[in-house]
């Protein structure tokens, strides 16, 4: 008899196990600064002249994330999404379409989602932003919205969850016992190309049942 | 992904709306005001507008907000679409716009985006957008208007060499609501009718609205005359999220003793700026609202209809639109 399995290398189980994962070592390169790719990506966009007008915005700004002041360099035309992902390191937040279309970017600005992808960082130095990272717990507690959508098997790729989740979380905010039609209207920016859109939807009603 | 990093710009953050006009003043065509963004970023994003001076609007306190005037209400063009629809002076008297705002692409976007942006966005044809060279960027084809043409969602009324059609919602309302648009220039402040701020092409090609380099629109101001009226807003899309009307209807309707005292209607997406339906208006203005009036008025509206290979359905579409906001 054959074991389907018969190597650990083709166990998929213990991928998890190794030391250094993909998403690890992507988000170390990120804080480093090192890959030539993304270097070029930040840099490469400053074709006619590096010398900014004189009123120009400052590109140094501090910017308030999940809580804590962050100081980065951000380039005039720089999105929100961006400066999350290539220079915070905070790769919750996801770019699907890179144009308000999906919700996959989805991050809140003084409590208010917004597409991260369009709007640009030097917008919101003064506003607080909360990301995916930031709407759990201090030590890494889940959200109740990310408990639910765990137990309703919600995400299926997952590439729009982070997205949903911040949607789902501002909803509650705002109104901590929304109809099933208001869960609806409250997630209707966020694209699930899974089609699981009922099991958010009954993920956010199961969460706000429980508080 | 390199795509999607806009062309370098200058951004500048002004917090009052004389600098604001000085800084387009001074950057000619090549400067570019941008209220929400979420029209300019596509542009920039697809690096079809390269501007080199951005003027972020954003900063101006006193282009936000909702006051109560002597003889209506004033809107800051910066105030977002999620504001315009959730206040209550709107909600309450002027309805209508309410109602527009909230069908208004998605809650990220309203959220974000300014009843001013919405508008002045520009035209949603996809060959436009696309960078194509066609008459609305200045070039001398239509690539809609074509046998082979994806023309379902473009004009059946006002062609004139460009098909395309009004994107908004809110202009519908506003148009309905006999809105006025404040314009602040170099020059000074100049007041325009909603109807004369938006334009087709036959008055000129490139550009929806008369706004000029230099220009902003501050306000949008309701006169109270359609404080209270009847009010009907459908918006039918392909999708009820996101998505750009196919038609859209908006009507503001007086009655007393159940006859129809005063009526405004506005359709949009048959046309490039929203259509006021002046026939519909002179058939219903002291009937009674009911189903016959309904019907006379819907099989007038889409007189001078002439559709492109694919929407001929707008003509049924807009004629039922008609029909439910008469009928209430």
Same mark, same amino acid.
């Given at each position: ?5 018969n ?8 991928t998890v196990?190794?030391a250094?994962?993909r998403?690890t070592f992507?988000?170390?390169?990120i804080a480093?600064? /090192?890959? =030539?790719g993304t270097a070029g990506?930040?840099?490469?966009c400053?074709e ?6 004189t009123?120009?915005v400052e590109r140094l700004?501090?910017?308030n994330?999940?809580?804590?002041i962050?100081?980065?360099?951000v380039l005039p035309?720089?999105?929100l999404?961006q400066?999350?992902r290539n220079?915070? *390191?905070?790769?919750g ?5 890179d144009?308000?279309?999906c919700?996959?970017?989805t991050?809140m600005?003084n409590g ?9 960082t030097?917008?919101v130095?003064?506003?607080a932003?909360?990301?995916v990272?930031?709407?759990?717990g201090?030590?890494?507690e889940?959200?109740p919205v ?7 098997l ?6 729009c ?7 789902a979380v =501002? ?6 016992k929304p /109809?099933?039609d208001e869960?609806r209207?409250g997630?209707?920016?966020n694209l699930?190309?899974?089609g699981?859109?009922n099991?958010y939807?009954? =993920?956010?009603?199961?969460a =706000? *049942?429980?508080s | ?7 370098s710009?200058?951004l500048? &953050?002004?917090?009052?709306i004389?600098?604001a006009?000085g %800084?387009l003043t001074?950057?000619g065509d090549?400067?570019w005001?941008?209220a929400?963004? &979420?029209d300019s970023l596509?542009?920039f ?5 390269r501007p080199?001076?951005v003027?972020? %609007? ?6 936000k907000?909702?006051?109560?005037t002597a003889?209506?209400v004033e809107?800051?063009?910066?105030? !977002?679409l999620t ?9 309450e008297?002027?309805g209508l716009?309410?109602? #527009?705002?909230?069908?208004?692409a998605?809650p990220q976007i309203?959220?974000?985006?300014t009843l @001013?942006? +919405?508008v002045s &966005? ?6 436009y957008r696309s960078g194509?060279?066609c008459y609305r960027?200045?070039g001398?084809t239509?690539? $809609?208007?074509?046998p082979? @043409?994806? +023309?379902?969602e473009?004009?059946?009324?006002g062609?004139?060499?460009?098909v395309?059609?009004s994107p908004?919602?809110?202009?519908m ?6 809105a006025q648009?404040v314009i &602040? +220039?170099a020059?000074?402040e100049?007041v325009?009718a909603a109807?004369d701020f938006?334009?087709?092409p ?5 550009n929806?609205?008369?706004l000029k ?6 306000a949008i101001?309701i006169p109270?005359?359609? $404080?209270g ?5 459908e918006k039918?899309?392909?999708r ?10 908006a009507?503001a309707?007086?009655e007393k003793?159940?006859?129809?005292e005063?009526?405004?209607?506005s359709?949009g #997406? ?14 219903v ?5 009911n189903?016959? !009036?309904a019907?006379?008025?819907?099989? $007038? ?9 694919? +929407?001929h359905?707008?003509?049924?579409l807009m004629e039922n ?8």
């Amino acid at each position: 008899m054959q074991k389907k399995f018969n190597s650990d290398r083709y166990n998929p189980l213990n991928t998890v196990r190794d030391a250094l994962s993909r998403r690890t070592f992507i988000k170390g390169v990120i804080a480093c600064g /090192t890959v =030539a790719g993304t270097a070029g990506l930040m840099t490469g966009c400053s074709e006619n002249g590096s010398t900014p007008a004189t009123g120009s915005v400052e590109r140094l700004v501090s910017i308030n994330v999940n809580g804590s002041i962050r100081r980065v360099d951000v380039l005039p035309n720089e999105t929100l999404a961006q400066t999350l992902r290539n220079k915070l *390191g905070l790769t919750g937040t996801k770019i699907g379409c890179d144009r308000g279309a999906c919700g996959a970017c989805t991050v809140m600005i003084n409590g208010v989602t917004h597409n991260s992808c369009s709007v640009l960082t030097h917008s919101v130095r003064d506003a607080a932003i909360t990301t995916v990272e930031g709407v759990g717990g201090p030590n890494g507690e889940l959200h109740p919205v990310q408990q639910a959508m765990i137990e309703e098997l919600a995400p299926q790729c997952g590439y729009c969850t982070p997205g949903q989740v911040v949607s789902a979380v =501002a909803l509650l905010q705002r109104n901590p016992k929304p /109809t099933r039609d208001e869960v609806r209207q409250g997630l209707s920016g966020n694209l699930c190309r899974c089609g699981a859109y009922n099991n958010y939807i009954n =993920a956010v009603v199961l969460a =706000a *049942g429980r508080s | 992904m390199t795509k999607d990093m806009m062309p370098s710009f200058n951004l500048f &953050q002004p917090a009052d709306i004389e600098s604001a006009i000085g %800084l387009l003043t001074d950057a000619g065509d090549k400067g570019w005001a941008i209220a929400g963004g &979420q029209d300019s970023l596509d542009w920039f994003k697809d690096r079809i507008k390269r501007p080199e001076t951005v003027v972020d %609007l954003s900063g101006i306190t006193a282009l936000k907000g909702i006051r109560e005037t002597a003889d209506g209400v004033e809107i800051g063009a910066l105030t !977002t679409l999620t504001e315009v629809e959730n206040n209550p002076i709107i909600k309450e008297k002027y309805g209508l716009l309410s109602m #527009a705002a909230a069908r208004v692409a998605s809650p990220q976007i309203r959220n974000k985006g300014t009843l @001013g942006g +919405n508008v002045s &966005q520009d035209a949603r044809c996809w060959y436009y957008r696309s960078g194509l060279d066609c008459y609305r960027a200045g070039g001398n084809t239509c690539y $809609a208007d074509t046998p082979e @043409g994806m +023309n379902r969602e473009h004009c059946i009324f006002g062609a004139s060499r460009c098909v395309a059609v009004s994107p908004s919602d809110t202009a519908m309302a506003l148009s309905s609501l006999d809105a006025q648009m404040v314009i &602040q +220039n170099a020059a000074g402040e100049t007041v325009v009718a909603a109807e004369d701020f938006f334009i087709g092409p036959a008055i000129d090609i490139t550009n929806m609205n008369i706004l000029k380099p230099g220009d902003i629109l501050t306000a949008i101001r309701i006169p109270a005359k359609w $404080a209270g009226a009847k009010f009907y807003f459908e918006k039918v899309a392909d999708r009820n999220t996101w998505d750009f009307a196919l038609v859209n209807i908006a009507s503001a309707i007086i009655e007393k003793d159940g006859i129809i005292e005063d009526i405004r209607i506005s359709c949009g #997406a048959v046309e490039c700026v929203p259509k006021r339906l002046h026939v519909v208006e002179d058939i219903v203005r002291g009937s009674v609202a009911n189903e016959e !009036t309904a019907t006379l008025a819907a099989s $007038a509206a889409s007189r001078g209809a002439a559709p492109l290979n694919y +929407n001929h359905f707008k003509i049924p579409l807009m004629e039922n639109l008609v029909k439910r906001a008469i009928r209430g």
